[in-house]
């Protein structure tokens, strides 16, 4: 009876700590949880999905944001601002998906600047949206997705208000 238990718990906790996958031009990688930002500026939804993933040469991260025109597209470098006031510039290498009214782009990290993702949380992403614009289109221009896991909370609530990014990076 103990060992059906024990293999039972084995069996959850396998399934339990399975890794998100990420797939760049054919290839699966291990990644993160997408992780959903506060965008407060971009009145479209208020948010953007950030997703890192783990490879040979450093990393990856992707980021999405629903458009309302399949004109719009995330271009341009981004920059990743570190909890420590540390910036990793991200140089935009046309990586980019789009389908079901979002747009993703994919950057990449050199091994140095994953390490640093490693030890530090990510504070905001600073990224471009351009595209065509008319009167009911996406917005365009520079926005920042900001870790926050809600828009607002009050003083009494001692949560967390952030994702532990460095943590579940270092995992991969």
Do not use: W
């Amino acid at each position: 009876m103990n060992i059906k238990m024990l293999l039972l718990v084995l069996f959850i906790s396998f399934f339990a700590n399975a890794q998100e996958k990420m797939n760049v031009k054919g290839q699966s990688f291990s990644a993160t949880q997408p992780y959903t930002f506060v965008c407060e500026k971009y009145a479209y939804t208020g948010e953007a999905e950030i997703q890192i993933a783990k490879t040979d040469k450093g990393g990856i991260l992707k980021i999405t944001v629903a458009t309302a025109n399949d004109q719009v597209k995330i271009l341009g470098g981004l920059y990743v601002d570190l909890a420590n006031a540390d910036v990793i510039a991200c140089v935009d290498k046309n990586v980019k998906e789009s389908a079901d009214g979002k747009t993703s782009a994919f950057y990449y990290f050199t091994p140095a600047e994953f390490a640093k993702l490693k030890k530090t949380d990510i504070y905001a992403v600073r990224f471009i949206l351009k595209g065509g614009s008319d009167t009911f289109s996406s917005q365009t221009g520079y926005f920042t997705a900001h870790n926050k896991k809600n828009y607002f909370s009050t003083v009494y609530d001692q949560s967390k208000k952030s994702f532990d990014t460095a943590k579940e990076i270092s995992v991969l």
